[in-house]
């Protein structure tokens, strides 16, 4: 309270030119520690960028509803765990980037979108948990975020953005993508080295983007399956075409001996574990652990897709067909 007026909200909720530390409450300035009590329900853009330090345990009321733009951005002395309270239904982009941490995250099911770059470059372990009710997670949004061991996808999920998960190194064991995504951006787990369980797309994946997968090189089991409506693999960045040259998906990719798609399928087929176009005029990959020492590029393949055969140590002789000009 200041006099009898009731205070719900810190910051001025007004950003325009950088340097943005300026916005902060604190006039550029910083503290060692924040209190933030009950009865407040919006924390600004900016209000505590990079302002707190080494404070070991920060607190978010359970009043709190709005987390606005860069809200604790740069406050790398943090420590401890982060629960964002159940209340909150607005999360803004960067609100968390690169803070410190060294407990766990816990996302409550009020959130139905984990902006862009949010939790990017900050520190945290344990299970990641997305909870149902999040139906986007952004751009970048846990760019960096490397010390999680696991991460756990809520049936709900529609769409992992670029970039998503890149560089989350720490994630082991499984990665189930749940039948409710429709979209993997490109570049979204690029870079996960840490999974060394088997990978599950969902049933009703439209879009694969390119480099998605990227060095994810250590998913195991021989055969990895593909769902009957996919549209599009890889394509040059983010562009959403099946153009033939965006294959990095598979670039440093599991080791997977087959790729399987169902007969039914109306864009892409596959022909003794190899992945094609549906019209059989495009390779789009073979797998990395087929152990054939021969193979036969069908007649009526007119285009290899960049990066189809690598990684495959097995194959020493590649025929190819006439119709390949």
């Not at 900050?122 to 299970?127: A, I, Q, S």
């Not at 003794?272 to 152990?291: C, E, H, I, Q, W």
């Amino acid at each position: 309270y200041i006099g009898e007026k009731h205070i719900t909200a810190i910051g001025t909720g007004k950003i325009s030119d950088p340097p943005y530390v300026n916005y902060n409450i604190f006039g550029g300035g910083s503290v060692q520690s924040v209190s933030i009590p009950e009865g407040i329900e919006t924390i600004n853009h900016c209000t505590f960028y990079s302002a707190i330090e080494n404070q070991n345990n920060i607190v978010l009321p359970e009043s709190l509803k709005k987390i606005g733009v860069m809200a604790f951005y740069g406050c790398s002395g943090l420590k401890g765990s982060l629960n964002l309270p159940k209340n909150l239904s607005v999360l803004k982009d960067y609100a968390f980037r690169e803070c410190g941490f060294d407990g766990t995250l816990t996302i409550p099911d009020s959130l139905t979108e984990i902006p862009s770059y949010a939790f990017c470059l900050t520190k945290f372990k344990g299970e990641l948990n997305i909870p149902a009710s999040v139906k986007t997670i952004a751009s970048h949004a846990f760019y960096g975020c490397d010390g999680f061991s696991a991460l756990s996808l809520s049936e709900g999920l529609q769409t992992i953005g670029t970039g998503a998960f890149y560089e989350c190194r720490g994630f082991k064991g499984d990665l189930i993508i749940p039948d409710s995504v429709k979209s993997i951006e490109y570049w979204a787990f690029g870079y996960c080295r840490g999974f060394d369980g088997t990978l599950k797309l969902s049933e009703n994946l439209v879009h694969i983007g390119d480099l998605a997968f990227n060095h994810c090189a250590y998913f195991s089991g021989n055969t990895l399956s593909f769902p009957e409506n996919l549209q599009i693999i890889g394509g040059d960045y983010n562009v959403k075409k099946n153009t033939g040259y965006g294959s990095h998906v598979f670039y440093d990719f599991g080791n997977f001996s087959e790729y399987v798609i169902p007969e039914n399928a109306t864009y892409f087929r596959t022909e003794n574990g190899v992945l094609f176009s549906r019209d059989m005029t495009r390779l789009v990959a073979y797998p990395n652990k087929k152990s054939d020492a021969t193979y036969e590029i069908p007649e009526g393949v007119t285009r290899l897709d960049e990066l189809c055969f690598n990684q495959n140590k097995f194959l020493k002789t590649l025929v190819l067909p006439n119709s390949f000009v």
